[in-house]
Each structure stands twice: as C-alpha cells, then as structure tokens.
C-alpha cells in the first residue's frame, strides 16, 4: 500500500515551454501533498504544499507563477512548470501525506531537462 | 541556515559490519526525526522513525538513536548488505508543521 507514482519519469522541454508532472497516490487518499526538488549531490528542498480544493502553500523563493500547483482531486496533484529555462532543470520529486501527521509517500521523481 | 546537518557525504563498510550514519539538527522545535533510503532517479523509501519522547527505536536491521541534548540522531544498520547501498536522509519535522526538512544525504556503500 501507499503508492505514489509520478509521471512523466524524465522529459525533455525547450526553453521557453511548458511542462506538467502529475503526482498520484494509487491507493490511498491524499488531502496533502508536497512538491520538492532536489539538485546533484544536494538535499531535497521542499518547494510547495498542496492541499486538495485550495491554493498551494509555496516555500519563500518559490515562484508560484512560475510553478504552478493543481490539487484538483484526492489522488492527484499537478506541478506545471511555465516558461521553462535552463536553471529549472532539476529533479522534481512529490509526496503525499499519509495517515500519520508526518508520514509522506514519495513518488519515484521526474527528471526534468531544458534544453 | 541548514537546520538539518548530515556532515558525512559518503560512508564505506564491510558486508556484514556495522553501518552509522548520523545527522545533527540544529532547529529545537523538531520532534519528529525520519531516514529516508534513497536510490538514483528513484524517490526516497521510508525506513525507520522516532519521536522526540523516545531515544531508540528499533525495526529488524535498522535501529535509530536520539540524544535530544546533543540534537544528535544516528541509525545504525545491523548486519549491513550489499543491497543497503543507497544514499540516507536523515529528515526532522515539529513545531505543528508536517514539512519535512531535510539532510544532504549520506551515500552508503557496503562492500561484498
């Protein structure tokens, strides 16, 4: 139990488009996930809460028109990064919350490229 | 301001030995401590988790002590495998907040 899967695993956009990840959680129901990223050899840096049927919550420094966030059911959260550039290229990576306050499920990542 | 301090990048046993890895934190309102697994391009894995009203807690291999006083937390792996290789990431949370704060990650590398 307590699958999150995220798709697409890697893509590879130009500069300049748009590009959307989708995060679902399989078997269970997620009121919240998380939307984080993480750069080589660095840590996983959170860069949004996402709470079904309202606004995400962004870390400070996180452009929200930039990355947008869409809780629009239970099982699925979308990050869409607008205006892609070379510097967003990163691994993003979601979780969702289980039962337990601070129990979260992570999905397997997207690798994200932008050429 | 790196709340959350895995200072080892990388650690290398023997199969069969003992694997430590640590992680300090720095923020006091933390009472929530995960060890996440984590391989390449995969997301990370929960393995084991303690609360701050604990100092050990214990799950097959893997056993995670707290020492609150140091804000020090270490898991140790019991006998180590191969397939343990991995990076780790030690995570806090606390303060009413479900956000999860995380280390850099030790890569663990256990040798056949």
């Known amino acids: 139990g307590a699958v999150v899967s995220q798709h697409p695993s890697w893509v590879i956009c130009k500069s300049g488009t748009s590009v959307k990840i989708e995060c679902r959680s399989l078997d269970f129901q997620a009121t919240t996930m998380f939307w984080y990223r993480q750069f080589p050899k660095q840590s996983l840096m959170l860069m949004a809460t996402?709470?079904?049927?309202?606004?995400?919550?962004?870390e400070q420094g996180v452009e929200k028109d930039k990355f947008l966030i869409n809780h629009a059911s239970l099982t699925l959260s979308t990050l869409t990064v607008t205006s892609a550039h070379p510097e967003d290229s990163s691994f993003y990576i979601c979780?969702?919350?289980?039962?337990?306050?601070?129990?979260?499920?992570f999905g397997p990542g997207t690798r994200l490229t932008v050429t | 301001d790196q709340q959350v301090k895995q200072n080892s990048p990388s650690l290398s046993v023997q199969e069969g030995r003992i694997s430590i890895l640590n992680c300090d934190y720095t923020n006091s309102m933390f009472d929530y401590f995960l060890w996440y697994k984590k391989y390449p391009a995969e997301g990370p894995t929960f393995l084991i988790s303690i609360s701050s009203i604990k100092d050990k807690n214990e799950d097959g291999r893997f056993t995670v002590f707290l020492n609150k006083s140091a804000k020090h937390l270490s898991l140790h792996i019991v006998p180590s495998q191969p397939g343990d290789s991995a990076v780790y990431f030690c995570?806090?949370?606390?303060?009413?907040?479900?956000?999860?704060?995380f280390g850099k990650g030790t890569k663990l590398t256990v040798n056949p």
């Open positions: 995570a806090a949370s606390g303060g009413g907040s479900e956000k999860l704060v």
């Open positions: 979780s969702a919350r289980g039962q337990l306050f601070y129990e979260q499920y």
């Open positions: 996402s709470n079904e049927g309202s606004k995400a919550t962004y």
